[in-house]
């Protein structure tokens, strides 16, 4: 399961008249999409699917605990769990697109991290980015086993791995990691990350008690060169943006009440608002969106607006919804939607049945939100700079 997976019992009671209360949805599935994740015959599952635009119709998905089998045929039975995998799409209709994964190569020769981390750790991947031409950046959590505690991990930093040259077959990316410093309160980066002017701008996640939002922003270029910059945490309209490294004992404006454990942003180029969507509820969840005019807010309630089926099977868990702009083969006014059909109960996925239908993303269309109240403003989430931290190049030296 990827990060942050375990914590959704968290929000379940305080969403419980919400999801009572939840009409029908116009949303509906998009069968025909699932086979984009079903072309390499050693690849038989995986969660998190995260995704990352590269440009010309190619897209780069990340992938949390995935089955990989070297023999492809033999199934999940003789597959082992890699922690991390990714693939790139080509083509930007998932129904027709061609899909090349790849993960990495452990000590012993079989199937091993595309992101490995050592020390008995391990990396799930967060949000990221690629600016025309530039490196794609990944977020990626760095994680450790808590036997006995929870669902038994629990996040012990956070890191980038950038990659030179993702325009070359993702066989042969050579991710570089850096670890980033940790921030003085409870908040890791980054679920989601949006490009807004100069910065890379990531949405960190509170990791006890509910998955509450903040936001933080690096000079991208900075991350570009793998440089652990001193990033600027989002403290509410008096203050602004504060860099890390002068906060005190101040701690960030959380945006987002209840962000999700996983989750997307991204604006939407016809309404020039942001959206963000999340699964909510444990097990049995629902796909909720949420609007804003700026990344800062405010943000919206959120928006129910699908129940995936899974959720009503035995032992159910469900999560990982997120969007996915600027795909294909959508009607008019629609948003792609994925999300993971898991079980508590891990024999259910090496069932004959369970390799078919669970452990995949899987699709779903919704409809594309109208915007929020407020009338969008341009670079609304930068319009509390003060004119000397207007670009990261000024405050940020290369």
Partial sequence: MSAGAGGRWLVAAALAVALAGCAASPARPWPEAEALFHQEPRWLGGDAALSIDLGDGRRAWLFGDSFVSPEGSSGRLAARMVRNTLAVQSGSDP???????????????????????GDGQWFWPGGGFRRPGGPLVVFLFRMQATPGAGLGFATRGHAIAIIEDPDAPPSRW????????????????ALAVVIDGPHAVALAIRQSGRHAGALVRYCAETLERGEDADPEWWLGGALGWVRQSTLGGATPAWVIDDAGAEAS?????RTGHYVHVASYGFGDTHIGVRTASALTGPWSPPALVYRPPESTAANPFVYAGKAHPGLAGLAPGELAVTYVANSFRFGD??????????????????????????????????????????????????
Wanted: charged residues 20%.
């Fill in 349 to 398: 996925l090496l069932t004959p049945e369970g390799e078919r239908a669970l452990y995949w993303p899987r699709w779903v269309r919704i409809p594309r939100p109208p915007a929020a109240g407020q009338p969008p403003a341009q670079q609304a989430s930068i319009r509390h700079h003060p004119p000397e931290t207007a670009t990261c190049a000024a405050a940020i030296p290369p």
């Fill in 265 to 269: 942003i991204h604006r939407d180029g």
């Fill in 95 to 117: 129904r027709h697109a061609h899909m090349e994964f790849a993960w990495g190569l452990a000590a012993d020769g079989g199937p091993g991290d595309v992101f490995p981390a």
């Fill in 174 to 189: 050579q991710p570089r990691v850096v670890d980033l410093a940790a921030a003085p309160f409870d908040a890791v980066p």
